[in-house]
């Protein structure tokens, strides 16, 4: 059911022990039941600059980790978790519809949107999010929703979800 293409056979066998994970093992499942495809491609990408990446746009679930940073269970079920909520009408990030400023507000919106209910989602699982929301976290620190003036919002509490 899951593809696996990796760069060196030690990074395979690390994601093959990683798959065993019965969390994993039935969300595995529920993508292939929630997509209609049983195939599921999980494949290394040393260049990514993110720890993984969902494609979403083929038909069947793909999925891109960095063989460093992305071979760990939270990364993964963050990935697959993505596929479901493609299925259920969550906005994934769109081809380019501006060539400006507002690109990046669509962008930033759709992906929080969408990783809200990803990380309930982990959490109900059971999956931890302290391995994927540190690079979200990072870029809300120092934010201000009121000009500078003392924040009425903590930021950073919002991104950990």
Known sequence: MVEVSCCSSSAVLRLRRILESPRL?????AVAESTGTARIVIRCDS???AHGMYLNQLTHATILV???TGLNESN????LIHALLKKQGYPMLPQR???DKRE???VELCSNITHVALGDLMSEMGFTTDDTSGQRCSRWSGCSLNGGKEPETDLTSFCAL
């Open 76 to 79: 993964l079920a963050h990935e």
């Open 97 to 99: 519809l501006f060539a």
């Open 25 to 29: 093992q039935d969300l595995i499942v």
């Open 47 to 49: 260049l990514l600059s």
């Open 104 to 106: 990046e507000v669509v």
């Open 66 to 68: 960095h063989p460093v």
